[in-house]
C-alpha cells in the first residue's frame, strides 16, 4: 500500500506528499523515522513562519522536505535531472519505508472533507 502521491512539477522537480500527514508535528514524526530507519549521512530542520522544512542526504541523493505542501500534506522534493534512474528507485524505495514506518508510528488523517484545511 502507497502512504505517498507522486506529482511532477514544472523543470525537472517531483514532490512526493506523505499523503494524511500534516503540519509541524508530523514533519518531526517523519523526521525521526528517516533518522532510525535510514541513518543518513547528514539531517536538518529550520522552521519559520510557514512551518518547518528541512532536508536529508543519504549516498549523494538529497531530498527536500516540507511540513506543508499544495496539496495539504506533509512532503518530500527532488530534482528528477540530478538523479539517475537507479537513484530514483532507491529513493522510491527508501520514501515507501520510512511511510511505512510513519504509518505504524501514527495512523494518517484525511483531510479531504475538512473545511479548515
Partial sequence: MSYTTEYKMK???VLITADGYLGDEDFYLIQDVIKEVLHP???TY???SLGATGSFVKDGITVRMSSESPFDAC????KENDLTDEQK???SSWLELVME???EKKAPVDHSDDDEW
Fill in 11 to 13: 523543470k525537472g522537480l
Fill in 41 to 43: 549521512d547528514s539531517i
Fill in 46 to 48: 529550520g522552521v519559520d
Fill in 75 to 78: 512532503c518530500f522534493d527532488y
Fill in 89 to 91: 528507485a532507491t529513493l
Fill in 101 to 103: 514506518k510513519v504509518h
